[in-house]
């Protein structure tokens, strides 16, 4: 059992607010999870920057120098914000994949949580309180953003294993639920390219998107392409720079809602996380069918 959020901004004036909204949406999901959480912001696109969001278990030795020695393995500008346990790397869009090997080859117990243009992942084991108060996700400003709190079932609790996933630039996922074919799926991706840090199996779904989008399908393709090759029980939320998507597998047995009006759409694993919502009251409120993509895209007609 596990809680999932998400919140897709129609509505600019309402981007200030989307930690704090997101946030509250989080905390009030602890009792479907209190093994860890974790949270991606979707905001800050800016023209020619990309962003690496990164980890480390020992922040004080691993964060310190770091910009320096990036500045001078890229020879570029580079700025770093510390956040707690993690930090944002700021740099050209041009230097990012540079930017990686750097960071692996310079500091390599430094995790990346997420990179592209947008994305920033924070995540951590603790109550979701903990975690969204130690990075400050509540002063964050966005366009969109999805929320994960963990009870863990088949993988240690651990940063590493909690959600969101990464496995593409700008894209994360969430996931409620328990894939059967992870395994065989994790090979055939592996051929592919695709690499993983951990044994969970939302990576592999995580992955399985990430490959299915390098192919040229969007996200709403990509799902629906997931509903026949990945088996299992399973409620995602997956998150890409500009798009918002939720689909359930044929049973749908974990429990899902969602809301909408002409300011945002709104995710829950029940309809507590959505109350506080502003305008909740004249919202839309439905539960996602089964097997059906739903998906939002600010550089399409939402």
């Given at each position: ?38 949270i ?15 980890q ?19 020879d ?114 592996l ?71 002409d ?12 109350v ?7 919202a ?19």
């Amino acid at each position: 059992m596990c809680g999932i959020v998400g919140l897709f901004l129609k509505d600019k004036s309402l981007e200030p607010e989307l930690g704090s909204l997101l946030s509250s949406m989080l905390v009030t999901m602890t009792d479907r999870g209190p093994d860890s959480a974790g949270i991606a912001i979707y905001g800050g696109a800016n023209g020619n920057k990309a962003k690496i969001t990164i980890q480390s278990a020992n922040p004080a030795k691993d964060f310190d120098g770091l910009e320096q020695d990036l500045r001078r393995a890229l020879d570029a500008p580079v700025s770093i914000e510390v956040k707690s346990t993690h930090a944002v790397i700021a740099l050209a869009k041009e230097k990012l994949d540079e930017g990686r090997a750097a960071i692996a080859s310079l500091r390599p117990n430094v995790r990346v949580m997420s990179s592209g243009d947008a994305i920033e992942i924070y995540k951590e084991t603790g109550l979701p309180k903990d975690v969204v108060s130690r990075f400050g996700v509540a002063s964050m400003s966005g366009t969109h953003g999805i929320g994960h709190t963990r009870m863990a079932t088949e993988s240690a609790v651990t940063t590493l294993g909690a959600h969101p996933f990464s496995t593409g630039s700008d894209q994360c996922l969430v996931h409620n639920g328990s894939l059967s074919n992870h395994n065989n799926l994790r090979r055939e991706l592996l051929r592919e390219g695709m690499t993983f840090e951990t044994q969970n199996d939302t990576e592999v779904a995580a992955a399985y998107l990430t490959a299915e989008m390098a192919k040229g399908k969007d996200l709403g393709e990509a799902l629906t392409g997931a509903l026949d090759d990945l088996d299992g029980f399973f409620t995602f939320v997956v998150g890409t720079k500009s798009g918002f998507g939720v689909v359930r597998d044929p049973i749908a047995c974990k429990p899902a809602v969602m809301a909408e009006t002409d300011r945002y759409v709104a995710f829950g694993s029940e309809y507590r996380a959505l109350v506080n919502l502003p305008g909740i009251e004249d919202a839309r409120i439905w539960e996602p069918e089964p097997a059906t993509v739903y998906f939002w895209d600010h550089e399409k007609a939402a």
